[in-house]
């Protein structure tokens, strides 16, 4: 490229004109990009072709482009064919994809408010209607100590906030995206007027649900043929309106999972031609007593980190693995120790089945500390946590105490206040607790009476039970924190428990996902499933499914056929 003419006065002297000048007669970088690109262009047609042959810009010259030169590079400049520029537009600014289908208007029930306040920003480009009666029922709900109380409190200041934008305008509806919920393309609006509806006789106009349903059969009326749906989290308010020929639906956002059985076990059986598959790249090696094993091959893509694998085939030797380490198309699988075998008992406990082997192998690794354990009645899950925290506590020495908890749902009804201190109230939940402490404190019958005695005072001067109240604000350091019955706990209360946890802190959560008694909580929006999901694949956390029972054939029997 031919260089700029010299300037024939000193620089010290140049003057602005002559500057610009010198500046002016070299071609820019970007307008040299643009002619080169031009020539190179596969649609030449409809362009004239660059005058700018002195230069002479060689093709390889675009491997050499600084990041700075690249970037000017990828800017369109204005004689860029279309198709180029349309390339580069989707390359620079990727569009999300426009959604299908008209735009509904949902009208949503009171309890829908007060059971996710954040439930307005979870209809995407649909919109909101608020009838006046679910103001009224919101004010009256927001006082107290409660969870619905606070969500109550909570939806009134979000509704605050969209009302009080500038430039807001109730009667065209509230733009649901003006509080920096992008994602948001729908409106919202609020009952203005008084809206004229003919609801059966049989129904009292005084009742607040019914003056939401009338809401919804004028708005179907007025806005016909749009789509005006009901959303409640009310059982009996569906069946009223889908009696009454009006769209109703559940609010599905808060479930993790439509299925309960789609929840992540946590361990996955290998096919039995796994070996075929995988036996041309194969790699072992050996690190202590452990063997590991790197192979690629089809069956990576269904892996997850800390995930346990198993093969079983008559006439073939088993492997039980834990996956270690997923790089790109290969996995790295580390066998496990063998809990089963009485040499390697935690606190005199043995494992008795493949999944409880698996239970063991997460509750004693120290590189995990997020465990949970989901299973039926009598699978084992108090016993094998308080069994591995015991040991690590008093022989190891790794963490100072055992904290015990649980959410405190009656199966029946409630027998009223209990009487004494923190722990002392907690007492009668804990039963689980005693009958597994007694099975530890058992002990040779040389120790005598006085050794069973001195072994169940050091085991319960490291347990301590604490409420689920009093968590909030708590840190726990180098704690073994044991959250027992964690069905029963909602998403917000199993992010308030789990993120108590300090430095050297382990938790294990534990619960049957058959057995919840809270209202409004089902499997698929139980804090524990919610748990499990989202810690699926981290590598510090680890998830098992107890299959089968070991507290007695009687109670294997009744959990089959009850």
């Given at each position: 490229m031919p260089l700029p003419p010299a300037p024939t006065k000193r620089a010290a002297i140049l003057s602005n004109e002559?500057?610009?000048?010198?500046?002016?007669?070299?071609?820019?970088?970007?307008?040299?990009?643009?002619?080169?690109?031009?020539?190179?262009?596969?649609?030449?047609?409809?362009?004239?072709?660059?005058?700018?042959?002195?230069?002479?810009?060689?093709?390889?010259?675009?491997?050499?482009?600084?990041?700075?030169?690249?970037?000017?590079?990828?800017r369109p400049p204005e004689r860029r064919p279309v198709a180029a520029r349309q390339t580069t537009s989707v390359a620079t600014s990727p569009k999300k994809a426009k959604r299908s289908g008209?735009?509904?208007?949902?009208?949503?029930?009171?309890?829908?408010?007060?059971?996710d306040p954040m439930c307005l920003f979870n209809f995407e480009e649909h919109d909101i209607f608020l009838p006046m009666i679910v103001l009224e029922e919101l004010d009256s709900n927001k006082k107290g100590v409660t969870e619905v109380a606070r969500n109550a409190r909570q939806t009134?200041?979000?509704?605050?906030?969209?009302?009080?934008?500038?430039?807001?305008?109730?009667?065209?509806?509230?733009?649901?995206?003006?509080?920096?919920?992008?994602q948001v393309g729908g409106r919202l609006f609020f009952q203005t007027q008084t809206l004229d509806f003919n609801l059966p006789a049989s129904l009292p106009q005084g009742k607040a649900d019914n003056q939401i349903l009338g809401v919804v059969d004028a708005l179907r009326l007025q806005h016909a043929p749009r789509d005006v749906v009901l959303v409640s989290k009310d059982i009996n308010m569906r069946v009223k309106a889908r009696a009454l020929g009006l769209a109703a639906e559940d609010y599905q956002n808060d479930k993790t999972l439509e299925d309960g059985?789609?929840?992540?076990?946590?361990?996955?059986?290998?096919?039995?031609?796994?070996?075929?598959?995988?036996?041309?790249?194969?790699?072992?090696?050996?690190?202590?007593?452990?063997?590991?094993?790197?192979?690629?091959?089809?069956?990576?893509?269904?892996?997850?980190?800390?995930?346990?694998?198993?093969?079983?085939?008559?006439?073939?030797?088993?492997?039980?693995?834990?996956?270690?380490?997923?790089?790109?198309?290969?996995?790295?699988?580390?066998?496990?120790?063998?809990?089963?075998?009485?040499?390697?008992?935690?606190?005199?406990?043995?494992?008795?089945?493949?999944?409880?082997?698996?239970?063991?192998?997460?509750?004693?690794?120290?590189?995990?500390?997020f465990v949970t354990l989901t299973g039926t009645a009598g699978t084992g899950k108090t016993l094998m946590a308080l069994a591995a925290g015991l040991t690590q506590v008093l022989d190891e020495r790794r963490y100072t105490e055992i904290i015990m908890t649980r959410a405190t749902v009656s199966v029946g009804e409630d027998i009223g206040f209990l009487p004494g201190t923190e722990e002392e109230k907690m007492g009668p939940w804990m039963g689980a607790l005693d009958d597994n402490l007694e099975v530890l404190a058992k002990t040779e019958t040389s120790a005598g009476e006085w050794g069973r005695a001195a072994t169940s005072e050091l085991i319960r001067s490291r347990i301590k039970i604490k409420s689920l109240n009093f968590m909030r604000g708590r840190t726990f350091l180098n704690k073994y924190l044991i959250i027992d019955e964690a069905q029963n706990l909602t998403p917000k209360q199993?992010?308030?428990?789990?993120?108590?946890?300090?430095?050297?802190?382990?938790?294990?959560?534990?619960?049957?996902?058959?057995?919840?008694?809270?209202?409004?909580?089902?499997?698929?929006?139980?804090g524990l499933t919610f748990a499990v999901d989202r810690f699926k694949g981290w590598p510090h956390g680890g998830h098992i499914t107890l299959a089968r029972g070991e507290r007695s054939r009687l109670a294997d029997y009744a959990s089959d056929v009850l």
């Open positions: 002559g500057l610009e000048a010198a500046t002016k007669s070299r071609p820019t970088r970007r307008a040299l990009v643009q002619d080169e690109e031009a020539d190179h262009s596969p649609d030449t047609t409809s362009f004239e072709a660059p005058q700018h042959a002195s230069h002479d810009i060689s093709p390889k010259a675009h491997v050499h482009l600084t990041p700075v030169q690249a970037s000017e590079k990828a008209p735009v509904k208007l949902f009208v949503l029930d009171t309890n829908v408010l007060m059971h009134s200041r979000t509704l605050d906030a969209l009302v009080a934008n500038h430039g807001a305008d109730i009667t065209s509806g509230l733009k649901l995206d003006s509080t920096g919920h992008r059985d789609l929840l992540y076990s946590g361990a996955l059986a290998l096919p039995h031609d796994f070996w075929i598959k995988h036996a041309k790249s194969v790699e072992s090696w050996q690190s202590g007593s452990q063997t590991f094993y790197r192979l690629a091959g089809p069956i990576v893509p269904e892996l997850h980190i800390n995930q346990f694998v198993y093969f079983e085939a008559p006439g073939e030797p088993s492997l039980y693995a834990r996956v270690t380490e997923i790089r790109g198309k290969t996995v790295v699988l580390k066998t496990l120790k063998d809990f089963n075998h009485l040499k390697n008992a935690v606190w005199g406990v043995t494992t008795r089945n493949r999944e409880q082997n698996f239970a063991m192998n997460l509750l004693t690794d120290h590189e995990i500390d199993m992010k308030t428990l789990i993120t108590r946890a300090g430095p050297g802190t382990k938790i294990v959560c534990m619960g049957n996902l058959a057995q919840i008694d809270t209202p409004y909580l089902s499997e698929g929006s139980s």
